[in-house]
């Protein structure tokens, strides 16, 4: 399998490249040049494997220059109760009737970011031996809260990497600042920013395409790569859990083999919802992909119009892991639903740098409405949804999957499709607690956010994740806030370089 650049069709890559490089030279993202299908009884077999093996499996298929033994190596140190909390690692809640919550939460810092960054690291590292990259790799990374975090934890102590994240000092939850300004390993590195999240974005990126640190790095045997979700490493762990989760139904006999399911996927970036969309193709039998956005819809109206303008108002809401005006992961799909046309995708995402608004084709807005539905809630409604979730089924969700559920029971009302259904949980309702207690109690508590956990625990009956619990007592190491036009002196020095 080799991988194409959605600006370039004729770049063409091994796997062990396209997750070294991160993004193609003229800015394409990695795609690999066709998917791979799986047998009706190759996806109901992957029921009878542990989660590990289940990965191993499916990687097989796009990472074809990994060794059997460099993939296990992988999977094995990723997907075990060293770092998840449960046993199936991606576990399946039957709650509702016909839905099923796919809770992608159970790593060590609760959110779904744990399923991709708990194994990039090993990604990363086998795929630099495999073309002798002899380099140290320095991995920058601006957050602005979960993905921070998960790669800190995926990276800590990973032999021949090092990680530095930025985040902006007044732009994350207090328990995602609690969780950063805590990390343990020998080499991390988190810093805040006087600033917004995307002067943290921009002082990274900044960084990364300077010449003269570039050389200064090389020179010290290191080299930059990228944790974020334009990565192909980070998006093929999660097409995993989908096939996963309908290995598991089968397997379970909540449906049968070949029986069509819908999948509703809360989103930001278009990362998770593409990788749902990778493993329908493969052959997991999927009737609707559902598009569940907060109010910052940009996505929503995309799918319905074919028209994707992001000159419009940004909103901080209480899903803060979906405020996002530019979903990077898009390109891939357009990029397989014009068929390779590397030209149009040019045209396409020129047009969304330079004038923030490009319109896809007819042939694709045809193709959009057939594969997706769209919806999207505010606030008020997201509260809505857990607090109705919380009566009915005695079930407590996070933010982010409450937009999910909303925009599902929306579907629902208006299609009358029973269809049975899996929503992506993409976090904890212990990382958000203060909009969780607000919504299930009906009122905003004033309470310290340890007492709102504790709270929290108390209503949902949910053990609260030892990672989040530990942070009260743990000890602060990290303490740095820094000016955003320090960040490239800040970042030599910590480099020694
Ligand atoms: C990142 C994130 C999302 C959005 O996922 P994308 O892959 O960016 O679409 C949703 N929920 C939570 C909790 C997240 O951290």
């Known amino acids: 399998m080799f991988y194409n650049s959605t600006r370039n069709s004729n770049v063409k890559v091994s ?24 047998t009706l009884d190759e996806i109901k077999n992957v029921g009878s494997m542990s989660y590990a093996d289940r990965a191993a499996f499916v990687f097989s298929r796009f990472l074809t220059d990994f060794t059997d033994a460099e993939i296990h190596y992988c999977t094995d140190n990723a997907y075990s109760t060293k770092n998840f909390e449960t046993e199936s690692i991606a576990e399946l809640a039957h709650l509702f009737d016909g839905t099923y919550m796919l809770e992608l939460w159970h790593g060590p810092t609760c959110a779904f970011k744990d399923m991709a960054l708990q194994i990039l ?9 495999k073309i002798n990259l002899d380099k140290k790799i320095v991995i920058l990374v601006a957050t602005s809260g979960d993905t921070g975090k998960a790669a800190l934890e995926g990276f800590r102590d990973v032999e021949g990497t090092s990680i530095l994240v930025f985040y902006p000092e007044d732009g994350v939850s207090p328990m995602q600042k609690r ?29 990364f395409t300077d010449n003269e640190v570039k050389e200064a790095l090389e020179a010290k045997g290191m080299m930059f790569s990228s944790a974020n979700s334009i990565n192909w490493g980070r998006l093929v762990p999660q097409i995993v859990y989908y096939i996963s989760a309908y290995a598991e139904l089968v397997k379970d006999e909540e449906i049968e083999l070949g029986e069509k399911i819908n999948i509703v996927v809360p989103t930001g970036n278009f990362g998770n919802i593409l990788a749902a969309y990778y493993a329908k193709h493969m052959g997991v039998p999927v009737n609707k992909l559902i598009c569940a956005s907060n109010i910052n819809n940009v996505l929503t109206d995309f799918i319905n119009t074919g028209v994707y303008d992001r000159n419009r108002k940004f909103f ?23 068929d390779g046309n590397d ?44 607090s109705a979730v919380y009566e009915k089924y005695s079930y407590t969700c996070d933010t982010h999957t409450a937009v999910a559920v909303k ?3 929306d579907y629902k ?85």
Do not use: H
């Open 15 to 38: 796997s062990a490249e396209a997750i070294t490089q991160g993004i193609s030279v003229e800015g394409g993202l990695f795609v690999p040049e066709s998917i791979p299908v799986l």
């Open 121 to 129: 690291p090993y990604f990363l590292t086998t795929s630099a031996k």
């Open 179 to 207: 969780q950063m300004k805590t990390q343990e390993g020998g080499n991390v590195g988190v810093c805040a920013i006087k600033g917004n999240f995307d002067d943290c974005q921009n002082g990274v990126k900044a960084i």
């Open 316 to 338: 901080a809401t209480v899903s803060p892991s979906m405020d996002i005006l530019i979903s990077s992961n898009l390109e891939r799909l357009l990029y397989l639903m014009t």
């Open 343 to 386: 030209a149009l995708i040019r045209e396409w995402f020129g047009k969304l740098a330079s004038e923030g608004r490009y319109e896809v084709s007819d042939d694709v807005k045809a193709k959009l409405r057939e594969e997706f539905c769209a919806g999207f809630c505010d606030d008020e409604q997201t509260k809505s949804a857990i």
């Open 407 to 409: 925009v599902y029971n």
């Open 413 to 497: 009302e208006a299609t009358g499709d029973t269809t049975k259904t899996v929503i992506a949980s993409t976090a904890s309702p212990y990382k958000f607690s203060a909009a969780v207690l607000e919504a299930i109690e009906g009122a905003k508590s004033d309470i310290e956010e340890y007492d709102m956990v504790e709270k929290l625990a108390e209503l949902s009956k949910l053990p609260v994740p030892e990672a989040l619990a530990g942070l009260r007592t743990k000890p602060e190491r990290f303490s740095d806030v820094i000016e955003k036009s320090e960040q490239k002196a800040y970042v030599l020095g910590k480099l020694n370089v």
